[in-house]
């Protein structure tokens, strides 16, 4: 079940509301913003609403005026109390409301927000079984900015998805133009090398994600060395550990990269102080 605010209104799920002419069912015109509701509060907030902006400065995507992150939060609270859900997932929809065919007439959007409550012990929590990883390379991505963005066109993403699934595989590495790796599906990647943590970094035209940015500040202040470069696969079959970030999932290890086992001390750390507290 899910609850659903279309411009900070609850409406029924099955309501209606985009037309078959909609620039989001035409085109995918638009972007979104995955985040955790824990305990009465979104986590990463701040992050969060600094990478809306970010997204529609870039997509020339005008916020609504009346859209800014207090009558947002405050409008998923009290939805999410009603229902009595203390803890929840969220998806956070913008989409171009204009006529025009790929070109907009206008730049103003509609905001959609889905909730689906969840029932975890913690916001994230650490999987025991480590990932079963691979790797994807019939799709790459490309390598301009927007591959940076949570864009509403995941073409790549679901063809790396059903790669994994038909190959029995938990997660994919995806590559970029330049044939270097930059993320998994849904993930940003870490690779642990003897006191170096190693990340691409955003040239490499992986997300800019809210918890890659959340686990590189962790892990300095818990004194490892990170470290922002380009990666091969070299570097992930040589690595002594892999793992990977996620807003909504925090940080899960792989226990094995193309069939060679892996280990998960400093993800563990790194889990356990990105839960402290919280």
């Known amino acids: 079940m899910s609850i659903f605010l279309i411009n900070n209104?609850?409406?029924?799920?099955?309501?209606?509301?985009?037309?078959?002419?909609?620039?989001g069912y035409r085109y995918g015109d638009g972007f979104f913003?995955?985040?955790?509701?824990?305990?009465?509060?979104?986590?990463?907030?701040?992050?969060?609403?600094?990478?809306?902006?970010?997204?529609?400065l870039l997509l020339k995507i005008a916020l609504p005026t009346w859209w800014d992150e207090i009558s947002w939060e405050t409008a998923v609270l009290k939805a999410c109390k009603d229902a009595g859900w203390p803890s929840a997932r969220i998806r956070l929809t913008f989409f171009r409301e204009s006529t025009g065919y790929y070109t907009p007439d206008t730049m103003e959007c509609?905001?959609?927000?889905?909730?689906?409550?969840?029932?975890?012990?913690?916001?994230y929590t650490w999987n025991e079984?480590?990932?079963?990883?691979?790797?994807?390379?019939?799709l790459s991505k490309n390598n301009n900015f927007t591959s940076m963005l949570k864009t509403n066109?995941?073409?790549t993403y679901t063809m790396a998805g059903i790669y994994a699934k038909e190959h029995g595989?938990?997660?994919?590495?995806?590559?970029?133009?330049?044939?270097r790796p930059c993320e998994t599906i849904a993930a940003n990647l870490f690779v642990v090398k003897s006191?170096?943590?190693?990340?691409?970094?955003?040239?490499?035209?992986?997300?800019?994600?809210?918890?890659?940015?959340?686990?590189?500040?962790?892990?300095?202040?818990?004194?490892?060395?990170?470290?922002?470069?380009?990666?091969s696969e070299i570097d992930?079959?040589?690595?002594?550990?892999?793992?990977i970030s996620s807003a909504t999932r925090g940080i899960r290890w792989v226990g094995n990269f193309q069939g060679k086992p892996l280990k998960h001390a400093v993800a563990r750390v790194l889990h356990e102080q990105l839960t402290k507290g919280l």
């Open 195 to 231: 006191e170096f943590i190693f990340t691409p970094p955003l040239s490499e035209y992986c997300v800019d994600g809210v918890m890659r940015k959340v686990v590189m500040q962790l892990a300095d202040a818990y004194g490892y060395s990170v470290q922002e470069r380009p990666l």
């Open 153 to 155: 066109s995941a073409v």
């Open 9 to 23: 209104q609850l409406v029924a799920e099955d309501s209606p509301y985009f037309t078959p002419s909609s620039r």
């Open 169 to 179: 595989l938990d997660d994919v590495v995806i590559f970029n133009e330049y044939g």
């Open 236 to 243: 992930l079959t040589s690595a002594e550990e892999i793992f």
């Open 129 to 138: 079984t480590g990932l079963n990883l691979g790797t994807y390379k019939e």
């Open 33 to 56: 913003e995955s985040c955790t509701l824990w305990q009465g509060r979104i986590l990463q907030l701040p992050l969060h609403v600094d990478r809306i902006r970010k997204s529609a």
């Open 110 to 123: 509609s905001v959609v927000t889905e909730i689906q409550a969840t029932e975890q012990t913690s916001p």
